[in-house]
């Protein structure tokens, strides 16, 4: 069925480095792709996302990368500060859907060390 | 009005309890979203309403019943709730996944604690 894994499951880097999350889907029709960060004891917020018709996407610190055939796509925060320290979850879903149902990998911890 | 409101924010109950959860959208969004989540997994959908219709039920127990009186509005019922019913309760909605407009946004959720 649909599935999305997503690594590594924790990541911990220094301020200032850069960090790589890494996400590959199952189902060959999705063409959407969030990523959501979520802070301790708030809701998950929608940081940037990605459609199919693209292979990259950047928004200041924060890139999506793209890659169809292999399905994977990956998130890289560069210049990481200590209030990137949170939990990200990756998602795919099926633009053609008249739920908009993601499936969601499985979530990584960031911790930025100062 | 930019934002998915929900309340309560903590809601303490009983397992004879009934309760019920509110959600809350201005943004003209048709498709509306109860999740739950536990600490550290990702939000596990529970129902999907579209246009104001239900889309999807995840298997969801039946102590768990939905609502969508109308096009801003998701209730969620609850009944006869077990401990490990404990968690988290999102509720998102999106603007109109059939034109492809999917982006999912989360309100702040309700703490639900069973005892």
Same mark, same amino acid.
């Given at each position: *069925? ?13 301020? =200032? ?6 996400? #590959? ?15 301790? *004891? ?35 925060? #560069? ?15 099926? =633009?053609?859907?008249?739920? =908009?149902?993601?499936?969601? *990998?499985? *979530? #990584? ?6 | 009005?930019?934002? +998915?409101?929900?309340?309560?924010? %903590?809601? +303490?109950?009983?397992?004879? !309890? ?7 959208? %201005?943004?003209? %969004? ?29 298997? +969801?127990?039946?102590?768990? &019943?939905?609502?969508?009186? !109308?096009?801003? $509005?998701l209730n969620l019922h609850l009944h006869a709730l077990q401990p490990e019913d &404990?968690? $988290? ?19 702040p959720g309700t703490r639900l604690t069973v005892l």
């Amino acid at each position: *069925g649909e599935n999305v894994e997503q690594h590594p499951s924790t990541l911990s880097v220094q301020e =200032g480095d850069s960090a790589v999350i890494k996400c #590959t889907y199952s189902d060959s029709a999705s063409n959407y792709f969030p990523w959501y960060k979520q802070e301790l *004891g708030k809701r998950p917020q929608l940081i940037i996302d990605i459609r199919s018709n693209v292979g990259e996407k950047k928004d200041q610190r924060i890139a999506v990368t793209l890659n169809k055939t292999a399905k994977h796509f990956s998130l890289h925060i #560069t210049e990481t500060q200590p209030e990137d320290s949170a939990v990200y979850f990756c998602a795919a879903s099926r =633009g053609s859907s008249n739920t =908009g149902k993601l499936i969601f *990998g499985q *979530g #990584t911890t960031l911790q930025v060390k100062p | 009005d930019t934002e +998915v409101t929900q309340t309560p924010k %903590h809601l +303490v109950m009983g397992m004879t !309890n009934k309760k019920s959860l509110k959600c809350e959208q %201005h943004m003209g %969004h048709r498709a509306m979203y109860w999740y739950k989540q536990k600490a550290k997994k990702p939000p596990e959908l529970m129902f999907v309403y579209s246009y104001e219709k239900l889309s999807i039920n995840e298997s +969801v127990p039946s102590r768990f &019943s939905p609502e969508c009186p !109308n096009s801003s $509005l998701l209730n969620l019922h609850l009944h006869a709730l077990q401990p490990e019913d &404990s968690a $988290l309760y999102l509720c998102a909605s999106s603007q109109d996944p059939l034109a492809g407009n999917n982006e999912q946004f989360f309100g702040p959720g309700t703490r639900l604690t069973v005892l």
